[in-house]
Structure formats: structure tokens, C-alpha cells
């Protein structure tokens, strides 16, 4: 869902994830990622500028920030304060105005339509908040579609373990109209991965969905960094949501103005409110 710039919206609110209840695990994992350092996506001085004269609004302010290999990253802010505008811009699903936006090696900026079809086919994985399945295909085929269009075998050893990570084996047969709203997003999560992007970008992936469904995707989402090796940057507003990553960076009228590692839904609440208490988000 494209997030439109406007100037800060009063107060942050926290969605229906709320009821979510997360913790960051003890218990140890079979996880294969290993964080190399080095960046999956990066942004240096970017900048994003809507209109010209006195309907100009900068959308993005000089941001520069690395999202490295194997590493869940949440994005915060307020409505407008350009959380999906960063993310469309780094996934080249929208022009910058001037800096650089680079997926591995590979710049952005500069690139033809068709040259970024082909990355964002080949090296990037997407979850929206609308689920953007094929209602006549089943979840299998909703699944390996991209790869089917873009003529690329399926790595069968690698799909039944995306199946089976998101919970799917038993409804691959199923069209989207006989599957639940979070089924479907696990569908949408499953079709992100089963291509082997090098990064995913996840805009709001539990806007649609209940508490209990919602706490399922954010837990796959986790579980596909820790244990299939998988980079994710998602976009949300809720601290509970962004409770599930490995970092959470906070951005306020387009600029990144803060970050947190190992966050909590109360650490991520509290840094938010520090930002109202010095007039950053009302």
C-alpha cells in the first residue's frame, strides 16, 4: 500500500497486533543465518521530493541506512512519516530524487523499467497487505507463478521446506477463496520466498489480518530469517509487530532519527513516545 507523504499524524496508535504476545526466545534454533556484515540493501543520501513551489514535500531527507544479510529489520513511524516511501524506493518500486539505492552490488538509480523488472523478479521477495493472489490458481500455483513466468526451474527441495515452514502442506491444493486471510498470507509469504530473493520487503503484512493470525506471519517471518537464511525489512506502525525483528530503525519527517536493537514492545513504545514528548510526532 503506497504511503502518501503528509506532515506528522498525531499520536502513535497501536493496531490489533496488539494482543500479539512476543518474546525473544531462549531456546535454541537449527537456524543456517549467519550475518556476514555485508549489506543486502543499502541507501546513501536519498532523498524522495513530491510537487514543486509551495506543494513541494520532502518525503525522504538525506536518509542513509544498511539493512545487512541475514538480519530482520522493522521500519517505524507515524502515517507520513515516509516508512513506505523508503521502502518502495530501496525495492525500486519507486524513483528517487537524488542519492543512491543499491540491492547487493547493483545500483538502482539509473536503471531502465526493464532492468528493474528483472531485479525485483530475480533478487527481491515482496508481502503487501493485500495478499495480490490469482483467485482462479491454487496456492501451490500462486506460489511458484513468478518463477513460472519468468521460465525458471522450481527447486522442489527448497519449496517443501518454505512449505513446511509456513505451515502449508495440507492446503497447496486450495484456491485462495477457500483459505482464510492469514492462510492467504502465508501463501504471499511462501510465493516471497520460494524464489530465493536476496532481500525481502514486507509493507504492513498483518494490516489485514486478526491478532492470532497476524502473530503467525510475524513468527514466519522470523523464523525464515533465523532459519532458512532470509533478509526481511518490514514496514509497520505497531511496536508489537516490530517487537519480532532483530532491529527496529524510527524515521520522523523522512529522516532516520533514531534505532534499536533486541527490541521489546514496551522498548519500542517507549522510544515512540519520547519522540511525542520532544514534538517529533504531534
Known sequence: MEERPVLWAPAVQISSTRHFRQEHPVTTTTATAVRTGQAAARATGLNKVYG????????LDNVS?????????????????GKSTLMHCMAGLDTVSSGSSLIGDTELVGLKDKQLTKLRRDHIGFVFQTFNLLPTLTALENITLPMDIAGRKVDKEWLDRVVDTVGLSGRLSHRPSQLSGGQQQRVACARALASKPDIIFADEPTGNLDSRSGAEILSFLRNSVRELGQTVVMVTHDPVAASYADRVV???DGRIVDELTGPTADSVLDRMRRFDAKGRTS
Open 250 to 252: 524510527f524515521l520522523a
Open 65 to 81: 541506512v544498511v539493512f545487512p544479510q541475514g538480519e530482520y529489520t522493522a521500519i517505524m513511524g507515524p502515517s507520513g512519516s
Open 52 to 59: 514543486e513551489g509551495e506543494t513541494r514535500v520532502v518525503a
